[in-house]
């Protein structure tokens, strides 16, 4: 993203973290009921569900100061190679923890799009700020496959 959208306000960004900041419990059940519910997530079904639903609401939390820019990298490192490593002691194999991240951005982008369908925005802020997401994503899922390995790896 340009330097040029790091300095002036940008209405779209303004109004998605709003949506999520306000709506995260909504979003957070609308998910947590396709992975309990979900064929390719059964081993979700045998954690615990508190642990589940705190665990995916502060990633919408997590999200939006993201897209704020008040959410490093840093963290998101730690945050998600902590959730491998307890995944994976938790004997969730690596497909369905993947799978949870997806469905996670899927039930976040139906919720946001529903809500922002009708207004009227440009091209390039929902291009930016679709690429912001997805850089999100895309990061939690890499640092959360690194901490499966650690795992995996001290107990070869």
Known sequence: MGEEMLNKP????????????????????????DLLHNPETPAYRNLDRNDIYEHSDRVFRDLS????????????????????????????????????LVLQKRHLWLFVM??????LTSYKEAIDLNNRVVLYFDRATFYMLEGHEEKLHKGL
């Open 10 to 33: 940008n209405m779209l960004y303004n109004r998605f973290v709003m949506l999520v900041e306000e709506h995260h419990q909504e979003i957070t059940e609308r998910f947590m009921n």
């Open 65 to 100: 100061r993201w897209i704020t820019r008040d959410f490093p990298k840093s963290k998101i490192e730690e945050r998600y190679k902590k959730l491998g490593r307890d995944r994976f002691s938790q004997g969730v194999p690596f497909s369905q923890v993947q799978k949870a």
């Open 114 to 119: 529903d809500k922002l369908y009708s207004d």
